[in-house]
């Protein structure tokens, strides 16, 4: 029952869903491309340096991202006041709570993969040197899964608040913070969930213990998301 429950929620996605994760990887790329080539190019990484301008942005890219998703996937049916309707369906609430979770983190998926694809097109077009695929494909694909827990919080904020306006901003600060979290010595700052995303990219000491931690948290978050939901009453 929940694989249909998943698929009529995909069918509910705003087209602005599918926009999102194609804008992010761009943008990402783009970031890093450009960084890379007036900045770091000369320096000793040479063209290896783009992946430590990808890893100064990933973090930022994807929490916003997953942000403007919870936002926009729980903002529909506030907007159209559908919370009561969903409810009244023959299908455990849980599974309407996951299944918006599920449609997330796939389509952070698939920022990952649009990312892996625009900087092999970058590598190949600026060196002759073979692709790193487990760097390449490890940073971003590990930063999308460990991101999991900011979108844990972000949708329950999301369903919890009628006003996005809350969560937004909520996420927004949570995004910016995670440019400098992650960079800290102490530890009670690094296990916030928003330094994760950073501290799970290859060039990180020990970074699929954080991978572990991040997926960790966010089946944790996720449980007591779905848990709130589920007693939840919706005006």
């Not at 926009?19 to 290896?48: D, K, N, S």
């Not at 920022?111 to 900087?119: D, K, N, R």
Request: hydrophobic share 55%.
């Amino acid at each position: 029952m929940i694989l249909r429950v998943i698929k009529s929620e995909g069918l509910k996605l705003k087209k602005i869903c599918w926009w999102i994760p194609l804008i992010q990887g761009c943008v990402l790329t783009g970031m890093t491309a450009v960084e890379w080539y007036l900045y770091f190019r000369q320096g000793p990484g040479g063209v290896y340096a783009g992946f430590a301008v990808m890893f100064m942005f990933l973090s930022f890219v994807m929490l916003l991202g997953g942000t403007l998703l919870a936002s926009i996937m729980a903002g529909t049916e506030h907007d159209t006041q559908t919370w009561k309707q969903l409810m009244a369906m023959p299908v455990p609430r849980s599974y309407i709570y996951l299944s918006k979770i599920v449609w997330i983190v796939i389509l952070q998926l698939g920022t990952a993969l649009i990312t892996v694809a625009g900087m092999s097109l970058i590598w190949v077009l600026y060196t002759n040197d073979p692709i790193p695929w487990r760097i390449m494909l490890l940073q971003p694909i590990n930063a999308s899964l460990a991101t999991l827990p900011v979108l844990a919080i972000q949708l329950w904020l999301s369903t919890l608040f009628t006003n996005q306006a809350f969560p937004l901003a909520f996420g927004i600060f949570g995004s910016i913070a995670s440019l400098f979290l992650a960079r800290t010595s102490i530890l009670w700052i690094k296990i916030l969930p928003w330094s994760y995303p950073a501290l799970s990219s290859p060039l990180m000491k020990e970074h699929m213990i954080w991978v572990i931690v991040a997926l960790s948290a966010g089946v944790i978050f996720t449980g007591l998301g779905t848990l709130q939901f589920t007693k939840h009453e919706f005006k």
